[in-house]
């Protein structure tokens, strides 16, 4: 059904509806739940197929051509601003980070707003789907049309998107199996070079690619007598190592010694010299957060550098965050974001790693050289692990589309700390954190789990610090 220019009016599902002016703002607005649906916009050619990924206008890459972002819920667009091989720009909505369907949302209507033209769509019959194809604006000769489309997907933003020619990694599934942390073995064996025979019934070897140095030969103690390894640890762990875990004997430092865990990276557009180092740091920052989770109870806390998360070493689970980045290249240095952390049986810790809206569109990896230290030593004159600390370096390499990277997982049993290494990754177009379910299994979205937004408009970067982790599935 076609009609003529209105300047105000409510339009129908199907309709098309010349526009009048060049620019307008589409906006998604509901009764409740708040905050329930994010908008996002796409850019295709003739073929319906967009150009890029960066044709993707979303909560990762905030503009485009002809179009912006102006908050979760309004789109605006410049009709003169747009690509001449741009012919449709489609508005969506997706409910896919509050976890809930359009079905569960009430009083959703789409305003299409220009200078002297307002239109408003309430899409019908709405139930499971957590997509909506909203509206779109298409070329119409010398001029624009508004389609009023209004159709869901249940498949989700993944499959959304799909549908426009945007690359999406196929996820692997879920896993069921038991928590990839293997439990310590009653008496640990420490760190061995790469190569030694491998026996039946042998706890793993941690810290493949490795360079530890033994003060004397290691012997594996008698099992009445486990013995503490004094080697100094300094552990490199790539996406190339053959094995992602490596692991620290806390039982040798005295109770001055310091124990932290963090994230560095050198900002993007870092550059670098033929050996790898930094003469010029980048920009952008990076949002860390260290989930941590109750082995006894299942519940779990998340610790940030935000106001009012950084956690106490006096409280469970013993860990204080040391503030956010100011971002690299401060003091000449990268930028960094750590906890300090008494080093006791405090449970399972993850580093998680958003990268969220207000750092605009890029993989993880673009960030500079981004890798987790783990570091145990003597204190410094700064109070943090001094040069002969003991170290494990998780390198990151994270090319994909999702918003969530865990990092890092890191355990203490038995006075032996140990880093597993393996980068896991939230679903595509997901805002969940990756968290643990109560067996010590990684879930990949959690349905009642912390939810990642914008620190700008929200003021903390997630819906909720601290639970229950989920139960197996």
């Known amino acids: 059904m076609s009609q003529t220019a209105a300047t105000v009016g409510e339009v129908a599902k199907g309709s098309k509806t010349d526009l009048v002016d060049g620019r307008y703002t589409v906006r998604l607005d509901l009764a409740a739940p708040a905050g329930a649906v994010d908008v996002s916009a796409v850019l295709v050619t003739a073929d319906g197929k967009v150009r890029s990924d960066a044709d993707f206008v979303f909560f990762n890459n905030p503009s485009a051509p002809g179009v912006q972002m102006e908050s979760d819920a309004v789109v605006s667009v410049d009709l003169s601003a747009l690509p001449a091989d741009i012919h449709r720009v489609v508005i969506a909505g997706s409910t896919e980070a509050q976890g809930i369907r359009f079905g569960e949302v009430t009083g959703l209507r789409i305003s299409i707003a220009g200078a002297s033209q307002s239109l408003t769509f309430v899409p019908p019959g709405l139930d499971t789907e957590t997509v909506l194809q909203a509206v779109a604006l298409y070329r119409r000769g010398s001029g624009w049309r508004l389609d009023a489309v209004g159709q869901g997907y249940s498949a989700g933003l993944a499959a959304f998107a799909t549908e426009h020619g945007i690359s999406v990694e196929e996820e692997p599934a879920e896993a069921t199996a038991p928590s990839p942390q293997p439990a310590a073995p009653q008496h640990p064996v420490p760190p061995q070079p790469v190569g030694a025979p491998q026996h039946p019934g042998q706890p793993p070897r941690y810290g493949a690619q490795q360079q530890a140095h033994a003060a004397a030969p290691h012997q594996v103690p008698p099992a009445s007598a486990p013995a503490i390894d004094l080697r100094k640890v300094d552990v490199v762990l790539t996406k190339d190592s053959p094995s992602r875990r490596a692991s620290i004997d806390l039982r040798k430092g005295d109770p001055g010694y310091v124990l932290t865990v963090g994230l560095e990276w050198d900002g993007r557009g870092a550059k670098y010299d033929q050996h790898g180092r930094v003469t010029q740091f980048g920009t952008g920052d990076l949002d860390v957060y260290f989930f941590c989770r109750n082995e006894i109870t299942g519940d779990y806390v998340v610790i940030s550098g935000e106001k009012g998360h950084q956690g106490d070493l006096n409280t469970w689970p013993f860990m204080h965050h040391q503030g956010d980045s100011r971002g690299p290249g401060a003091n000449n240095l990268p930028a960094t974001e750590q906890v300090i952390v008494r080093p006791t049986e405090n449970g399972d810790l993850l580093l998680n790693v958003y990268q969220s809206v207000d750092n605009g569109a890029g993989a993880i990896d673009k960030f500079g050289n981004p890798r987790v230290r783990v570091r145990y030593g003597r204190p410094g004159p700064d109070g ?88 197996p599935r």
Request: aromatic share 6%; net charge positive.
């Open 384 to 471: 943090l692990p001094g040069p002969d600390a003991d170290q494990i370096t998780v390198v990151i390499g994270n090319g994909k589309n999702s918003f969530w990277a865990t990092v890092a997982h890191i355990d203490v049993r038995e006075g032996i700390l140990t880093v597993d290494g393996t980068v896991q990754y939230s679903r595509a177009f997901s805002e969940r954190m990756p968290v643990l379910d109560t067996a010590g299994n990684w879930v990949r979205s959690a349905k009642n789990g912390p939810v990642g937004r914008s620190k700008k408009s929200n003021g903390l970067g997630l819906s909720s610090y601290s639970g229950r982790c989920p139960d």
